[in-house]
């Protein structure tokens, strides 16, 4: 079995696969500061109530876009695991070639995602991600990661609005029954949801209509994407476990060199 760890802004996601099954996920939050040890001994306890026995992890590897934690992680995983992790990042093989202007600026969670979409379902393909940000990002039919593009995500935007202003409270991040609201909440409501239903059409046939691929698959993942995906025919896939079977896929292609 290996060990996937999806290291985000809000979240930590572990998956454990036995070949290409997916036995348990679970999570932790990625802001609670932790040493080493507290991450270990979490990941231990994590691993036995899912049914994971420790001594059968044969490898491990990580994708992190906050770099402050990785030392603990990484050493807790070393320490605790008996495997020192894969880091995705330069010098990786992931299967695609990445054409942009910076190479190196381009997120392992990107690269995940982008690697997993190409490898299941071909290019060209437009990979969503509805996470702390929402991001576009384009691989063409052979295999370049050739565009991204970067926007505040849902959550965020819930956030600037409820602690940017005086009056508007927290509310819960779903469709309102009518885009005609007639109070605060489903007010809010409404200019989220419609609003990232409406940017990301705009995105779709923008990115089709400047990379002339008309026939582009459009693939979505991240936890708030299935309210967008489920409200617009211009997503085609939404995949919740992308971002792990991307970490797979990566890890079988470096095992196998």
Partial sequence: MIL???VGNTNITFGVYAGKELKTTFRIMSKQPRTSDEYG???RELLRTNDIDHKDIEGTIIASVVPNIM???IGAITRYIGKAP???GPGVKTGIKIVTENPREIGPDRIVDAVAAYEL?????????????TT???VTEDGCFTAGITAPGIRISAKALWEDTAKLPEVEI???KSI???ETISSMQAGLVYGQIGQTEYIINQVKKESGYENLKVVATGGLGSIIADETDAIQIYDRGLTLEGLRIIYEKNKKS
Avoid: E, M
């Fill in 4 to 6: 996937v760890v999806d």
């Fill in 41 to 43: 001994i979490s990941l």
């Fill in 71 to 73: 030392h603990a992680l």
């Fill in 86 to 88: 894969l880091i995705v």
């Fill in 121 to 133: 379902y071909g290019g060209p393909v437009l990979v969503l991600d509805f996470g702390t940000a």
């Fill in 136 to 138: 576009y990002d384009l």
């Fill in 174 to 176: 779903k469709k309102p």
């Fill in 180 to 182: 005609l609201a007639q």
